[in-house]
């Protein structure tokens, strides 16, 4: 009776052992599965986290890279803004590499996108401000380039109009008259062409009407070369000396015309000193300004 009890024991545990070792490999069972497909779910999960952190890069990559296109041809404006630009980059650069939350990237990554947009916004609106100053520059040049010439045109104008009044209110003389006389009674003036006759040489000229010539008293010089060419004088003394256009000049006799921009009419006289010579006598008129002319005397 004992042992049937024992055997019937035996069998109990027998049976408890082999549902307690089948429940283990179910479980065993069930922990694979669930940790294959762990696996599985880990390395779907990592692809689409590598493929986001991808598509984020080269979003970065793409942004930098525009950044850096406009900064390398306006860098002079984008100086000062430079280092926040690449500040905000290198923060996103790590939070990728860290594989950080992809919403903190996005609004990170979508931050910096609209400082660039802003700047380059900004570039835009100074080149275009730059672009029509230098345009209203280079008008300007123009205009101060046509204002020169008009400058010098009107210059010149006026250095030639100043010629011409210049020209016009110079004094000449016409009907220049040259004789030798000698005197007879009463005062009585006789011409000769006999030097050894002659006692004065008388040299008459005509001013004649120029309204834009200088009015009032004119110092009048009459210079006389003998035919060996020395100037006929009273003395070697200074006094019978004059400058003209920067050079000095002796002279015979001189008188003063009271000129009032009319036709005006006078003589010189040269008083003989010695007797005359025959030969070809040179007579010259000159004021302060001006040569009034020239004629010449032929004595034999």
Not at 63 to 73: D, G, I, Q, R, W
Not at 90 to 112: C, H, P, T, V
Not at 140 to 154: G, M, N, P, S, W
Not at 270 to 297: H, V
């Amino acid at each position: 009776m004992e042992n049937r009890s024992q055997t019937g024991s035996d069998k109990r545990n027998e049976k408890i052992y082999k549902g307690t070792i089948i429940v283990l490999l179910l479980i065993i069972g069930v922990l694979a599965v669930m940790l294959f497909t762990s696996r599985q779910s880990f390395k779907v999960e990592k692809e689409a986290a590598t493929l986001v952190n991808t598509e984020l890069q080269h979003e970065l990559d793409s942004l930098m890279a525009n950044y850096n296109a406009t900064k390398m041809e306006y860098d002079s404006i984008l100086v000062d803004k430079d280092s926040i630009i690449m500040a905000n980059a290198d923060e996103i650069q790590k939070l990728i590499a860290s594989q950080a939350d992809y919403y903190r990237i996005r609004r990170q990554l979508n931050l910096l996108q609209e400082v660039t947009k802003n700047y380059v916004r900004d570039i835009d609106s100074l080149v275009t401000i730059n672009q029509v100053l230098k345009d209203e520059n280079i008008a300007f040049q123009q205009e101060i380039q046509r204002a020169t010439v008009r400058t010098t045109e009107l210059e010149q104008d006026k250095e030639e109009l100043s010629s011409k009044v210049e020209v016009a209110s110079a004094l000449r003389a016409y009907q220049i008259r040259a004789e030798a006389i000698r005197m007879r009674t009463r005062g009585r003036e006789e011409v000769t062409d006999r030097a050894n006759r002659a006692e004065q040489i008388k040299v008459c000229f005509t001013l004649p009407d120029n309204p834009v010539a200088r009015t009032g008293n004119h110092n009048v010089y009459l210079r006389i070369a003998k035919p060996d060419g020395s100037i006929m004088r009273v003395s070697d003394d200074a006094a019978y000396s004059f400058v003209i256009e920067g050079d000095t000049l002796q002279y015979s006799s001189s008188t003063v015309v009271d000129y009032r921009n009319q036709v005006t009419e006078a003589c010189l006289y040269w008083q003989r000193i010695e007797e005359f010579e025959p030969g070809l006598y040179l007579i010259s008129l000159f004021t302060d300004e001006f040569r009034l002319g020239e004629a010449a005397l032929n004595l034999r």
